[in-house]
């Protein structure tokens, strides 16, 4: 028997399959590897894709309340919103 936290799991991982697609993923990857949160520059960094393309993601991302965005200096803070 499934328990109910394995069931909201299941429901939670074939939602995010759909929306995202393989960049997405890395990036929500990369916020799990660092304790649900990076400054946008750090994702640039660790991504190693350009601003406009990382920017683009967190847009996606954030539309879909994955992630949170909050203003940190002259960049941003990315943080991965529980699902």
């Given at each position: 028997m499934l328990s109910i936290i394995s069931i909201t799991q299941i429901v939670s991982?074939?939602?995010?399959e759909k929306i995202t697609?393989?960049?997405?993923?890395k990036v929500i990857s990369l916020l799990k590897e660092n304790n649900?949160?990076?400054?946008?520059?750090?994702?640039?960094?660790?991504?190693g894709m350009t601003k406009v393309k990382v920017h683009r993601i967190i847009?996606?991302?954030?539309?879909?309340?994955?992630?949170?965005?909050?203003?940190?200096?002259?960049?941003?803070?990315?943080?991965?919103?529980k699902i």
């Open positions: 991982d074939s939602w995010l697609d393989e960049n997405d993923k649900g949160a990076l400054t946008q520059s750090q994702l640039v960094k660790e991504f847009v996606k991302l954030e539309s879909n309340k994955i992630i949170e965005k909050f203003k940190y200096g002259q960049t941003n803070k990315i943080k991965l919103k």
